[in-house]
């Protein structure tokens, strides 16, 4: 029987990153986040640093990302957990001034939800921006002491879970307004899943116990857990479109939900099948992941495609080491550690 560490396979993961990405996109965010967590778990000094060299350079002006929000700009969600911890306090200014720029001057639909700058009067909204703002605004707020922050990540998440969640099954769309006016996507984006799944989750495990937010990001956070394991394949994965085991398998919402499932676990909101599912879905993940940290079967960029419907979800190509393929790898793989898995059987 063979054994696969955890942890070895996440750092050769991210040494494939390294090689493949800049990290100038949200892409490099999610990223560069979970390195920082993995580090962290492991106790790991070397790669820590690596990290933080990264997120210094943007949190110093030195590197630009293309993207829409202005958090981004100092290393996002991994610069402000770091502060957040008490491992990264050089970055505070920095934190504290893209958290102001974040919560002021991004544009907003008439409910308040973040919607797409290049385009604002259309009030085209999308679920990435849970991943985009939430567990930025969180760990800046828990940083910083400013619970208007924390307000902020969590109506976020919670009016676009509100907008998104389809009753039929409990998951996700991934849009309003992008496929025509007033109208939502079709889909159960795997990795649109995941991104609510992953604000959700944040939630779920830094409010504080007596934060009167917690009870319901807890029962959002659960219930969208429970929708989600449904639909696990029997190899422990998640598909393109997640009800439609026709649909190719996909590798970064798979990640992104079992790292929701780990964190479940660990706070305690999950219960014995979530174990069952997470080393499972383990499992599947790590056959799509070469010995040299390649990463197959991540869905290339996703915004409505064509008119938002389910076909042309699942019409989309997957990527070898598209640059989704691996902040998902080291969450979860990082979040198995946490909770006492750290090798693999085969």
């Given at each position: 029987?063979?054994?696969?560490?955890?942890?070895?396979?996440?750092?050769?993961?991210?040494?494939?990153?390294?090689?493949?990405?800049?990290?100038?996109?949200?892409?490099?965010?999610?990223?560069l986040h979970g390195a920082a967590r993995l580090a962290v778990l492991t106790e790991d000094a070397e790669l820590l640093d690596r990290v933080r060299a990264r997120l210094r350079a943007f949190v110093r002006g030195l590197c630009?990302?293309?993207?829409?929000?202005?958090?981004?700009?100092?290393?996002?969600?991994?610069?402000?957990?770091?502060?957040?911890?008490?491992?990264?306090?050089?970055?505070?200014?920095?934190?504290?001034?893209?958290?102001?720029?974040?919560?002021?001057?991004?544009?907003?639909?008439?409910?308040?939800?973040?919607?797409?700058?290049?385009?604002?009067?259309?009030?085209?909204?999308?679920?990435?921006?849970?991943?985009?703002?939430?567990?930025?605004?969180?760990?800046?707020?828990?940083?910083?002491?400013?619970?208007?922050?924390?307000?902020?990540?969590?109506?976020?998440?919670?009016?676009?879970?509100?907008?998104?969640?389809?009753?039929?099954?409990?998951?996700?769309?991934?849009?309003?307004?992008?496929?025509?006016?007033?109208?939502?996507?079709?889909?159960?984006?795997?990795?649109?899943?995941?991104?609510?799944?992953?604000?959700?989750?944040?939630?779920?495990?830094?409010?504080?116990?007596?934060?009167?937010?917690?009870?319901?990001?807890?029962?959002?956070?659960?219930?969208?857990?429970?929708?989600?394991?449904?639909?696990?394949d029997a190899n422990g994965m998640f598909h393109q479109e997640l009800p439609d085991p026709t649909s190719f398998v996909e590798t970064s919402g798979t990640g992104l939900l079992l790292y929701a499932f780990g964190v479940g676990?660990?706070?305690?909101?999950?219960?014995?099948?979530?174990?069952?599912?997470?080393?499972?879905?383990?499992?599947?993940?790590?056959?799509?992941?070469?010995?040299?940290?390649?990463?197959?079967?991540?869905?290339?960029?996703?915004?409505?495609?064509?008119?938002?419907?389910?076909?042309?979800?699942?019409?989309?190509?997957?990527?070898?080491?598209?640059?989704?393929?691996?902040?998902?790898?080291?969450?979860?793989?990082?979040?198995?550690?946490?909770?006492?898995?750290?090798?693999?059987?085969?």
């Amino acid at each position: 029987m063979a054994s696969i560490d955890l942890n070895a396979t996440a750092r050769r993961c991210f040494d494939r990153a390294t090689a493949t990405q800049d990290f100038r996109d949200y892409t490099g965010i999610l990223t560069l986040h979970g390195a920082a967590r993995l580090a962290v778990l492991t106790e790991d000094a070397e790669l820590l640093d690596r990290v933080r060299a990264r997120l210094r350079a943007f949190v110093r002006g030195l590197c630009a990302v293309n993207g829409n929000f202005a958090n981004y700009d100092c290393g996002g969600n991994g610069t402000a957990w770091l502060l957040m911890l008490g491992e990264f306090p050089d970055a505070e200014p920095a934190v504290r001034r893209h958290a102001e720029l974040t919560v002021h001057d991004a544009p907003r639909d008439r409910n308040g939800i973040l919607c797409a700058p290049f385009c604002p009067a259309d009030e085209k909204i999308w679920i990435d921006v849970a991943f985009a703002v939430t567990p930025f605004l969180l760990f800046a707020g828990l940083a910083l002491g400013e619970d208007r922050y924390i307000e902020e990540a969590w109506q976020q998440t919670a009016k676009m879970v509100r907008v998104f969640r389809d009753p039929a099954n409990g998951l996700l769309h991934q849009s309003r307004n992008f496929n025509g006016p007033g109208n939502t996507s079709h889909d159960h984006w795997s990795r649109g899943n995941g991104w609510g799944l992953h604000a959700l989750t944040e939630l779920a495990n830094y409010l504080p116990a007596d934060d009167p937010r917690r009870p319901e990001a807890e029962a959002l956070f659960t219930d969208l857990c429970a929708s989600c394991l449904a639909v696990q394949d029997a190899n422990g994965m998640f598909h393109q479109e997640l009800p439609d085991p026709t649909s190719f398998v996909e590798t970064s919402g798979t990640g992104l939900l079992l790292y929701a499932f780990g964190v479940g676990l660990e706070r305690g909101l999950l219960g014995k099948p979530f174990r069952a599912a997470l080393a499972k879905g383990l499992r599947g993940y790590l056959s799509y992941i070469a010995v040299d940290g390649a990463v197959h079967h991540t869905c290339q960029g996703c915004l409505c495609p064509g008119e938002g419907t389910v076909e042309d979800y699942k019409a989309k190509r997957w990527a070898l080491n598209d640059p989704h393929a691996f902040g998902p790898v080291l969450l979860s793989f990082g979040q198995a550690i946490a909770v006492g898995i750290r090798q693999v059987e085969f």
